[in-house]
């Protein structure tokens, strides 16, 4: 059975940092690639950073320099380390796996961010 868990998020202040990780389970996770969207209030999800099964990564231009995102196929988990974070990051981060035409979601987790 398929399992996709985010876990991390909370509060943090403007210029603060938050660590989110996704833990899988029930597919090869190494065959997958892995990405982290997030929604905020009224707007439409997006694609905040993926990482693909070979490592090749790839951020939204909101968040490029601030957040990482790395995996460890050992123990089927992605990170997303997230810095100088600003009150428009505040959203729900949904972590997701995909290949070809097959997509795996966590319920997410709620990350906010302000004073």
């Known amino acids: 059975q398929v399992h996709v868990a985010e876990s991390g998020g909370g509060l943090a202040q403007p210029g603060g940092s938050l660590r989110l990780s996704c833990a899988a389970s029930?597919?090869?996770?190494?065959?997958?690639?892995m990405t982290w969207y997030r929604q905020a209030p009224g707007k439409e999800r997006e694609l905040v950073a993926a990482i693909t099964n070979t490592n090749g990564t790839n951020y939204a231009d909101s968040v490029k320099g601030r957040f990482t995102i790395s995996r460890d196929n050992a123990k089927n988990t992605v990170t997303l380390q997230m810095n100088s974070l600003k009150p428009e990051d505040t959203a729900v981060y949904y972590c997701n796996a995909f290949l070809l035409t097959t997509n795996y979601w966590g319920q997410g987790t709620q990350v906010t961010v302000s004073s």
């Open positions: 029930g597919f090869t996770f190494s065959r997958y690639g």
